[in-house]
């Protein structure tokens, strides 16, 4: 089985090569936006013989700013955008094998956007569905 603490901490490792963003394979205590940050969802066993593949499915939460600030939904557009600098989708698929940690890595899906409120604050967030092979 593979190390799901290392595979979190690969997509945090991928997710840091955007310039400025905070990452964390770790749930914060207080997160301080614009952040990146990795949690797993579900774990499908059994996907091949003798266990030789499980299906890891993660959601990455990143948080850009307040909820009123015009700016954080322009950096929040360029984290959702399929390609470029800023590109969540990008930065995670840098290395699909995680550092090793995993057969296949690829961001599904951006499933949503709202306000998250955090410290007497609304913050703009978006969630990414991330599926890992390992």
Same mark, same amino acid.
């Given at each position: 089985?593979?190390?799901?603490?290392?595979?979190?901490?690969?997509?945090?490792?991928?997710?840091g090569?955007?310039?400025?963003l905070?990452?964390s394979?770790?749930?914060p205590?207080n997160p301080?936006?614009?952040?990146g940050?990795?949690?797993?969802?579900?774990?499908?066993?059994?996907?091949?013989?003798?266990?030789?593949?499980?299906?890891?499915?993660?959601t #990455?939460? #990143?948080?850009?700013?307040?909820?009123s600030?015009r700016?954080?939904?322009r950096?929040?557009?360029?984290?959702?955008? +399929?390609t470029?600098?800023s590109? #969540?989708?990008s930065?995670?698929e840098?290395?699909?094998?995680?550092g090793? +940690?995993a057969?296949?890595?690829?961001? !599904?899906?951006m499933s949503?956007?709202?306000?998250?409120?955090? +410290?007497?604050?609304?913050?703009?967030?978006?969630?990414? !569905? #991330?599926v890992?092979y390992a």
């Amino acid at each position: 089985m593979a190390d799901i603490t290392a595979i979190r901490n690969a997509i945090a490792t991928n997710l840091g090569s955007i310039s400025g963003l905070r990452t964390s394979g770790d749930i914060p205590d207080n997160p301080n936006p614009p952040i990146g940050i990795v949690s797993l969802n579900t774990i499908d066993y059994n996907q091949a013989l003798k266990q030789g593949l499980t299906l890891y499915s993660f959601t #990455v939460m #990143v948080i850009v700013g307040r909820a009123s600030e015009r700016e954080a939904q322009r950096r929040l557009d360029a984290y959702c955008a +399929n390609t470029g600098a800023s590109s #969540v989708k990008s930065a995670i698929e840098l290395d699909r094998s995680l550092g090793g +940690n995993a057969f296949d890595c690829v961001v !599904q899906s951006m499933s949503s956007i709202g306000s998250l409120q955090l +410290n007497d604050q609304t913050y703009l967030a978006a969630d990414f !569905q #991330v599926v890992v092979y390992a």
